[in-house]
């Protein structure tokens, strides 16, 4: 009896490090969750599945709220680029407290595995723009933060609980087939790791130091910021990205060309997931 009784302590000792793990720090969440986009396309099928949709302002930013899947949800769009969604995502999580963040969007393909609409749940992110930049491409050092110029290291990743609801929906999920660069075929869902910077286009040199040094699925200009906002304010947080063009130094007809489809199948992931949530 004992026995089971030390058991069923432990048990729930560990039950609630990992509810602990995937709560709020400093604050007492709400039952939203932030959903958040760089661009109109990214959130573009989250507003349609809301109801009772309501548009509203914060400080001139704009964003939408109501339920999907009968949760309370806010919506918006954070802008491109590192400085705009740390801006927003903080705005909107001191003005809504919410339970979880969602990122979903796009990502330049640096694996190339990966294809236009594969979707890669993000279990680590990186900033590849901080440090100096010589002659022989970047020299990377950590971040500093705001708690006296402490160190930072630069590698964010969500919390294990939150990753591993994320697992289970990537197992049963039956994604749809996408048709791009004239194939059609099954998308694919997995982990994979996520390199932001306030770089759109890079060289083929960049491209080579994410893949050799970071190990980089895809590219983009928005997750690490938000991750290093998420993890500092300790919100817990995901970030759902799919591949729509090949990295490379000028992107814009391509992105132009795939964003639309990558856009569409990370958010029908994240609205699946978000049944689980």
Request: charged share 20%; hydrophobic share 45%; with cysteine.
């Amino acid at each position: 009896m004992r026995v089971r009784v030390l058991v069923a302590m432990v048990l729930f000792a560990l039950c609630g490090v990992v509810k602990a793990e995937d709560a709020p720090k400093y604050y007492k969440a709400s039952e939203r969750i932030l959903i958040l986009g760089a661009v109109p396309q990214e959130i573009t099928a989250f507003v349609g599945a809301m109801k009772d949709t309501e548009k509203k302002e914060v400080w001139g930013i704009p964003y939408w709220q109501g339920t999907i899947e009968g949760k309370p949800v806010v919506v918006a769009i954070t802008g491109i680029g590192k400085v705009y969604t740390a801006m927003t995502a903080t705005l909107l999580i001191k003005e809504f407290a919410p339970r979880v963040v969602l990122m979903s969007g796009t990502g330049a393909r640096v694996n190339q595995e990966l294809r236009t609409g594969d979707v890669i749940v993000a279990s680590v992110m990186q900033v590849h723009d901080y440090g100096s930049l010589t002659r022989n491409d970047m020299v990377y050092r950590p971040l500093n933060g705001p708690v006296n110029g402490n160190e930072v290291e630069n590698s964010f990743a969500p919390p294990a609980g939150l990753l591993a609801v994320a697992d289970k929906a990537m197992v049963s999920y039956q994604g749809p087939e996408v048709t791009a660069n004239g194939a059609t075929y099954r998308m694919k869902v997995r982990r994979g790791v996520v390199s932001s910077s306030d770089l759109f286009g890079v060289t083929q040199q960049r491209i080579d130091t994410l893949r050799t040094k970071f190990h980089t699925d895809v590219m983009e200009m928005e997750s690490a910021a938000l991750g290093q906002v998420c993890q500092t304010l300790g919100v817990p947080y995901l970030v759902i990205r799919a591949g729509s063009n090949v990295a490379q130094e000028a992107p814009n007809d391509d992105y132009l060309r795939l964003g639309p489809i990558a856009a569409n199948q990370a958010a029908l992931f994240s609205l699946y997931l978000l049944k689980t949530l």
